[in-house]
């Protein structure tokens, strides 16, 4: 899937939910309109979320990150974003054949699907795990298959940047699932994340440190 190509939010996600998607091409036509020609992937907005992100981790893990894992990295940029912030260990999954074939050695990009994840553990727990603009174009059992598999990833803070049928956007509505924000919720708790608040979610590894004050309720 590609990302929903918002105005305020950075359009980036490649990762399609199931054969039905497969006909949406994540090629560099894609990216071309909707990161350059459009204006949207702003490198200042994304080196804010990186920016939240980032300090949300190390806030709750009391130290530096180090490691990073990207589910649905589209071109890897959050590589770029994050470099200029910490010296970390970065790894990118994708389902676009055109990101991984251009950016694969160079950002350390791998091919995979959302769903893959319900069995793949490609490395051990990381500091930040990021999903962002991914979910909101899988379906429900693509959804449900991978999940499990971010929180057992993540062993720090997890960024999952989701849009709702509740939020305003303009963009590509191509395969756009227009779910509550319940929905999400309810599916990020029920595998053990905790939410902290802008799009950042706690590791169940971390769950138990957390103060009252630092849970939104």
């Not at 300090?55 to 490691?67: F, N, W």
């Not at 169940?204 to 440190?209: D, E, G, K, T």
Request: net charge positive.
């Amino acid at each position: 899937m590609a990302a929903r190509a918002l105005l305020q939010r950075e359009p980036r996600r490649t990762m399609t939910p199931s054969a039905a998607l497969d006909a949406k091409q994540y090629d560099r036509a894609y990216f071309d309109q909707w990161y350059r020609r459009r204006g949207i992937g702003d490198a200042r907005r994304l080196a804010r979320k990186a920016a939240l992100a980032v300090a949300t981790a190390e806030y709750h893990l009391e130290r530096p990150i180090r490691t990073v894992l990207d589910i649905g990295c589209g071109e890897g940029v959050w590589f770029m974003a994050l470099r200029k912030l910490r010296p970390v260990r970065y790894l990118g999954f994708d389902s676009s054949e055109y990101a991984i074939e251009r950016y694969g050695r160079t950002r350390n990009l791998r091919f995979a699907r959302f769903g893959d994840f319900a069995q793949l553990r490609p490395c051990p727990p990381v500091d930040l795990l990021v999903c962002s603009d991914v979910m909101h174009y899988l379906a429900t059992r693509e959804l449900d298959r991978g999940l499990p598999g971010l929180a057992e990833l993540c062993g720090g803070v997890s960024f999952l940047e989701t849009f709702t049928r509740e939020d305003r956007a303009e963009g590509d509505e191509d395969a756009f699932q227009p779910r509550p924000a319940g929905f999400y919720r309810k599916r990020f708790e029920r595998v053990g994340f905790t939410p902290l608040g802008s799009h950042c979610w706690l590791s169940p590894a971390l769950r138990h440190a957390a103060t009252a004050l630092e849970i939104p309720g």
